[in-house]
Each structure stands twice: as C-alpha cells, then as structure tokens.
C-alpha cells in the first residue's frame, strides 16, 4: 500500500494526455465486468467470520546425493515421519545426476527412475495405516523435486504446478538452478522450493543472486493452473518451504578451530560465522524466510562411505550447506535433524517436520456471509461509479542503461464507493499495453474502497530490446493506457534517454568503430546502423570488433584454464562493470572475475543486432547441424564480417580445449554454451519442451562439428 502524504491527481473523470479529464461513456454504472474478482475481494476481507484454521503436518527433506545411485535404504532420513505421519511429505535433491549429458539439459536420467523408485519405498514403509500417493515430481537437470499427499488430504488438493529456473551462466545452463511445486490444500496456498546455489567459501554474493534469482523468475505451469493464475510468484503463496543445498559456508574461522567446536558440540560459536545467517541479517537473500536452531553437525563435506570431514587435499572446511527455511503464518517447527547413517554421499540428508495451519471454509457461515456481500455489492453497483486518483501521471526513468532495470512506482487509490476494477490495455493497433523493455506488475488489480495499489513499473532494456535502442528506432517513450472498467481511461506517460552500448550493436557498425561507442554521437551511430552494409564494412575496418578483441583476450591471458569455465555465471554488477568499461574505454584489462567476462562475452554475442549466424541462414545452419561438409559451407557464405568473427571464435573455443583438463571443458559443453547466443532467429513460435530441446541440441551440433577433429578449414 502507498505511504500517506502523496500527491494525487484526483479525478471523477478521465485524465488526458495533458492531465485535462475527457469523458468515456463505454462502460455504464452498472457494467462490472470483473464482478467475480470483487466478490472475491470482499470475501477475503470477512474470511476471518467463516474460516477455521485445521492443523497439517509436514515432513520436509533435502539431501544433496553427490551423482550417486540409490543404493541405501532411504528410512534413517525418514525416521521422524514414523512417529506422527504426516499429510504432506517432500523430497528435494540436488546433484541427483553429475554426467555432462546431464549438463546440457538431458531430458531423461536413469538417477530420476532410481531415486523415484527409492522414495515411493521409503514413504510407503512409513506407516501401514497410511497410504500415500505422489502428487507432484519435477526435476532440472540434478535438481529434484517430489511432493507426496496422503489419502486423508489428497482429496483437498487443487492448483497443482510446477516450475524450473536455471541459474547457471546466462540462466539456461542448467547445473545450478531451482525448481519447485506448488499446489493448495482446502483454502491455502503452499510452495515448495529446492535449489542448488553457487559453490564455493568466496562466492557468497552469487548464491545471493541465485536466490534472487529463483525468488523472482519462477514461474508454474500445469493443467490445474487457471488463466487467472500467470501471475503466480514464490512470494504470492501463503506458505512457503525452501530447501537445499544452498551451499553458503562457514568463513572467517581456521578449520581446526571449526573442527574443534563441532567435535564439542559446541554450535552456538560456530554458527555466528555461517554465511546465511549472516546474509539473512544483511538482508541480502532469505531475508523474509525463517529457520530453526541448527543443533546437529554441518553436513558438508564428508568422506564418501565415512561420518569423517574431508580429508582430501583441498580439506574444505565443515559448513551448513544443507538447510530448509520457511516463510508464512500458522508455522509450526518441529524436529530439524540431520542423518549421520546415511554415507553414501558427502553431504548428510537433512530433515525438517512441521504443523502448518491450512484454512478451510465452514460453509454455513460462508454463504451467509456471501449473501451480505452479495446484497452489498448490489446496492453500491446501482448507486455507485467506480472512481480512482493516481499518484502521478508522468514518470521520468532518466538515463537507462543495458541490464540496469530502474523500477518507479505509481500509486493508485480507489477513492469512490465501489471496487475499483483496472487493468492496462493496448492502444490502438498495438498487440501489447506495454514496449517489450517494460514490465508493470501488478498490471491488473482490484482495489477496495479507501485503499491503494502500488504498482511497480519497471524498465528492463535486455538482449533482445537494445538493438532497436541503439539503432534509434525505438526509444524510452510509451503511453501507458489504464483503463478502469464501469469508469474512465488514465494516459500514463513513460519517458527516459537510453544510454548507446557496443552490446545490441551490429557487428558491421563495430568494425567500422576505432574508438569507444560513448564517443560516437547518438546521430553518427543511428546513420552508420541505418545504413549497414554488411558485405562492404569498407577498408578502414578492423577484422572483429575491438571489444570482441578485448573480451577473448581477456580470458587467455587470466583463466583459459579455470574450473568451470563458461559453466558458472558471473555477477550482474560485475558484468554491468565489464560493459561500462567496453563502453568508454579503450583499455585492455577488464574489470571483474574471469566467470563474469566469460558471461559478458555470451552476453555481447546475444545482444548483436543480427547474430553471428544471421537470421537468414538459420534454418540452413540447423539442418547441416548433423553434417560438417555442410556446416562448413553456411560459413562460406557468411557476410565478410560476420565470418572472420565466426572463425575467431572457433579459433578461442579450439585453444580452450587444449587446457580440457583444468577447464573440464568439451566440444559438446561449448556447442550447447555458444550454440544459442550464435545461431538465433526472429521467430516467436511456441514450441514444446521436445521441440526446444532438439533445436538447442541442433545448434550445439553445429557449433561442436567444428570443435571435433582438425579434417575441416574454415578458410576453404
């Protein structure tokens, strides 16, 4: 809700473009076309007067099974469901598959069919007087997730669905990343998170991005989902449960002294060095989730087949990476435990029981209440208009950069005596109420009478909205339509100044650039990008683009050998840091870690105005996937600048491969990371998870076939 003191423009009519009212008879008192959203409303408000809270115990557990096959027994884990059998029950795991065909987003996994088959064992042997049914299974790469119900609450279930948000670099990668179920039991809304943060003591700022990451992209689909439903968000449930390996680690503390406190016991001390309680505290991920007292030993990293910390070489410190963490009322915690017996990986399965309170509707009182309100309604529809005021009419995002998203908010009061019910529309002759590079949330809502919507308006210019930006054939003005239904239409005007980047450039502007873009007038860039002739770049161009040049000899000179390498994402303010100096200066020496330029660099290639393989021979490029004569032959006919860029980069991906065993890098991992970003077509067709994945594999074929085998040249 707005805070109090704002200025509103205060409106029985419609405000025009100039803030002037125009009058729209469209919609007469009585046209309420959203009237089963206001019923709804109301009837939220008087919940209190014929809901009841009824107890329902949760069992929750997370175990990171390190790749290996489900060769133990699964009931040590579940031993605290035994005692009081819960309704719900919900197993997450994560690295449940290590091998590269799992990397690049293989869809099946014999893991899922091992570790499925373990879990029903294990969840039927709980109870004899219990029988459970598995609502739910969703799994991203190693990332699993199932929800199991019992008889007694099956029947209450509804809204199924599930979703999946891979953190790895660029966000498609899929070795990191979250999925997670959420369904409704009687009137409750519950969701269930797993996920696999970043790794590593140092990388604690990632896995804070990771989290924000899952939190903020998840999205649910299912065949129980309703279309009133595509704004589902983690944080629009009522409860929430994440677990996982979030990995954050204990820091600052010598490990023999780490040893020392947990051979005693003692966690009190050690856990003031945990890094999420520290980030918690902070504020910076997880603020909003609770956790209970840890009172067991870190489970991480453990000997294989032993209760022994890590003796290897690297003797990585104990840590807490395994946790579950909840948010939302009627949140009961019960026992939050360990398991030492199981060995087979190095991290312990963790488990966590609760009583959570689920509301359920006493019907007598319900439809006596509904009469009121139905009585209510009427009598305010008859005598009424909707009416609104908003806080401001103009917003001004000033200078907006490539991925620096800049959120202002708009206010909306329902100052009449009636629900006010808006929403955004397009104009007309438009598709969408919106330019691609703005998201408003919400963009449609219902407001009681006295109360406000706050709106949250966001300009986000990515990959695929900076070239026209840059081109000069678009720019950061709109005219937002907010239409109120039974009322008046507002004109709400979006206005900034788009800051020129080399990313969302054509190549054959960048060629032709011997100095930074931020010295090039914003008249010199839109004519050179206006009249690209890719063909003839001219006799002053450079073979690549020079900050193409900066970003591949950044890497070979700092980390062509790194682990993981092209496999973990950078940090967005990082990369942000990358392009700035791309931007403006001519230096060679880029800021950041050697993970955030190698994103910077994916991110460059995603971004050019016509991609590396361009448009026009997509469809070629994917049918010679399988076929390297044929690969070769669309390169051939590549535009000039276009092709040396191509071959320069085949040129990098054939020298990282020769440090393979220190980058643990392939042709296949390379094909499947530059393979999206290099070969992209204007087609918005919706395809079928099957369909996605045999294009994406497509393009990785294509880009590998030059990677394997030195018996193909470019150069012919």
């Known amino acids: 809700m707005a805070t109090d003191g704002s200025t509103f423009f205060d409106t029985g009519g419609s405000p025009g473009m100039d803030g002037t009212e125009v009058m729209d008879n469209r ?47 699964l009931a040590p884990w579940l031993v605290n469901a035994v005692e009081n059998p819960p309704a719900l029950l919900v197993l997450g795991f994560q690295e ?102 970043a790794a590593h003591m140092e990388q604690t700022e990632r896995r804070n991005q990771d989290f924000k990451d899952i ?32 990995n954050y680690r204990i820091n600052d503390l010598p490990i ?28 910076n991920a997880f603020s909003d989730y609770r956790e209970s007292a840890i009172a067991f030993p870190p489970t991480y990293k453990y000997d294989a087949g032993t209760n022994d910390y890590d003796t290897s070489e690297k003797m990585r410190a104990p840590a807490w990476t395994d946790r579950i963490l909840y948010r939302g009322h009627h949140i009961e915690p019960h026992i939050y435990a360990c398991h030492m017996k199981h060995m087979i990986s190095d991290h312990k399965p963790v488990s966590h029981t609760f009583t959570a309170g689920v509301k359920v509707i006493d019907n007598d009182k319900y439809h006596s209440v509904y009469e009121d309100v139905m009585k209510q309604l009427d009598k305010l529809e ?51 109420y919106c330019k691609k590079w703005m998201v408003i949330r919400p963009y449609m809502e219902c407001v009681l009478p006295g109360e406000k919507a706050v709106l949250n308006i966001t300009v986000h210019v990515d990959e695929r909205t900076t070239g ?24 709400v005007t979006i206005n900034g100044q788009y800051t020129l980047s080399c990313f969302g450039s054509s190549l054959s502007t960048l060629i032709r650039l011997p100095q930074p873009i931020r010295e090039v007038s914003r008249q010199e860039l839109f004519d050179m990008e206006a009249s690209v002739d890719a063909q003839n770049a001219g006799p002053r161009s450079m073979p690549v683009p020079k900050e193409l040049f900066f970003l591949l000899d950044n890497i070979n000179a700092k980390g062509k050998n790194e682990m993981h390498l092209f496999q973990q994402r950078g940090l967005h303010q990082e990369i942000v840091d990358i ?8 230096s060679g020496e880029l800021p950041g870690s050697i993970h955030s330029i190698a994103e910077a660099l994916l991110i460059f290639l995603d971004s050019l105005r016509e991609p590396v393989i361009p448009y026009s021979l997509y469809d070629d490029a994917l049918s010679a996937s399988s076929e390297r004569v044929a690969a070769v032959d ?52 919706t395809h079928t998870k099957a369909e996605k994945q045999l294009l994406e594999q497509k393009k990785s074929m294509f880009i590998s076939s030059f990677l394997q085998g030195a018996g193909v040249t470019l150069n012919s």
């Open 215 to 246: 939190r903020e992209r998840m999205t649910f689909s299912g065949p129980q989902i309703d279309v009133n439903s595509n704004n589902l968000t983690i944080s629009s449930h009522d409860l929430a449960f994440w677990l996982g390996d979030l």
């Open 634 to 685: 669309v390169v051939t006919r590549l535009p000039p600048a276009h092709k040396k860029v191509f071959e320069y980069l085949i040129e990098f991906m054939l020298e990282l491969l020769k440090y393979a065993e220190d980058n643990y890098l392939d042709a296949n991992i390379l094909g499947s990371v530059f393979g999206p970003v290099l070969i992209r077509t204007h087609d918005t067709r």
């Open 579 to 586: 392009r700035e100096s791309l931007d403006t200066s001519l």
């Open 27 to 73: 919609n007469s008192a009585n046209s309420f076309s959203n009237r089963d959203a206001h019923v709804r409303l109301l009837m939220s408000k008087r919940e209190a007067e014929f809901l009841t809270i009824e107890k329902l115990r949760l069992f929750i557990g997370t175990w990171n099974v390190n790749g290996k096959a489900a060769t133990e027994d």
């Open 382 to 432: 008859n005598e009424y208009l909707p009416q609104v005021k908003l806080s401001i009419l103009e917003l001004n995002f000033g200078e907006v950069r490539f991925m620096e998203p800049k959120m202002l908010k708009l206010e909306i009061e329902n100052t009449g005596q009636v629900p006010a019910d808006f929403s955004f529309i397009p104009k007309l002759n438009e598709g969408s």
């Open 256 to 283: 023999d002294k780490v040893k020392l406190l947990i051979s005693d016991s003692n966690w009190e001390p050690l856990l003031k060095y945990d890094q999420l309680i520290k980030e918690k505290k902070a504020k």
């Open 96 to 197: 449940l598959d290590l091998s590269k065909e799992a990397l690049l987003f293989s869809m099946d996994s014999v893991r899922e069919a091992e570790w499925k088959a373990a879990c029903d064992k294990a969840v039927r042997d709980i109870s004899p007087h219990v029988n459970y049914s598995m609502v739910q299974l969703v799994r991203m790469v190693g990332v699993m997730l199932i929800v199991y119900a019992s008889d007694s609450v099956v029947e209450h279930i509804q809204g199924v669905a599930s979703g999946t948000v891979a953190t790895g670099i660029m966000g498609f990668m899929g070795n990191k990343g979250g999925v997670a179920i959420r369904l409704e039991v009687h009137n409750t809304s519950l969701c269930f998170i797993t996920s696999h943060l």
């Open 468 to 491: 026209e930006l840059n081109a000069g054939t678009d720019s950061i003005e709109d005219i937002l339509v907010l239409h109120l239904e039974g009322g008046k239409d507002f004109f």
